[in-house]
């Protein structure tokens, strides 16, 4: 079976400093892979989703990048953290990018003093 | 323009009632699917049903059913007999054959022992 993973559970950094969080998916090959933010108390908003290594789409322009190099590894980094990346970070894979279900890992929830 | 709407931000039951949560969705697509997560305190969403828009048989999962009525454009999720640990924030998403979901705000659900 499938099962999907990020590390680490829990951040807390300063403004300013670089983050770089990672998922792996296991028991898949070329998963379409997506990191996810939460703010508190709000829905999910999609930030890069990939289709396969090196290959990497932004939803939304921010502070923050994603990169993929290996098939089942997904990074979202940034070079200096703003108070307004805190947030529950998810990353989730799907078979296919057709409407296909995402299956979400256990989260990162990051917070920016 | 397509929105899915959790009217309810929070509902609190006393175990072993029954809990109807609503979903209101807008889209003008004729092929669509609609999805119901669940988000415990730990924070993994959940994937509980994928439903696409050609299917309206409502279904039955253990406690869980799922009501889908095109005509008023609402998927809502009914638990039967709430137990403490059907506590969390259950998403509504949407989906018209893309990768890109629209979720709903959430509804918190509290159960009491």
């Known amino acids: 079976s499938q099962t999907i993973h990020q590390w680490p559970a829990t951040l807390v950094q300063p403004v300013g400093s670089p983050l770089s969080l990672e998922c792996t998916v296991e028991?898949?090959?070329?998963?379409?892979l997506y990191w996810y933010r939460q703010a508190a108390g709000r829905g999910l908003q999609l930030l890069f989703y990939?289709?396969?290594?090196?290959?990497i789409s932004s939803e939304v322009p921010q502070n923050l990048s994603a990169s993929r190099p290996q098939d089942r590894q997904f990074i979202l980094s940034s070079k200096k953290l703003l108070l307004s990346d805190s947030g529950f970070y998810l990353c989730?894979?799907?078979?296919?990018?057709?409407?296909?279900?995402?299956?979400f890992g256990p989260g990162t929830r990051l917070t920016v003093l | 323009a397509q929105k899915v709407t959790q009217a309810q931000t929070e509902i609190s039951v006393v175990e072993k009632e029954d809990v109807t949560l609503d979903c209101v969705y807008e889209?003008?697509?004729?092929?669509?699917?609609l999805f119901w997560y669940k988000q415990p305190p730990s924070g993994e969403l959940v994937f509980l049903i994928r439903r696409n828009s050609f299917d309206e048989q409502n279904e039955i999962s253990g406690r869980y059913s799922w009501n889908f009525q095109k005509s008023t454009s609402s998927f809502n999720f009914t638990i039967t007999a709430s137990q403490v640990v059907d506590s969390a924030v259950y998403f509504c998403a949407l989906t018209s054959g893309t990768y890109k979901y629209i979720f709903g705000t959430g509804t918190r659900l509290k159960v009491l022992a």
């Open positions: 989730a894979w799907s078979v296919s990018l057709a409407a296909d279900t995402q299956y």
């Open positions: 028991g898949t090959s070329n998963p379409n």
């Open positions: 990939s289709v396969g290594i090196g290959q």
């Open positions: 889209t003008r697509d004729t092929t669509y699917y």
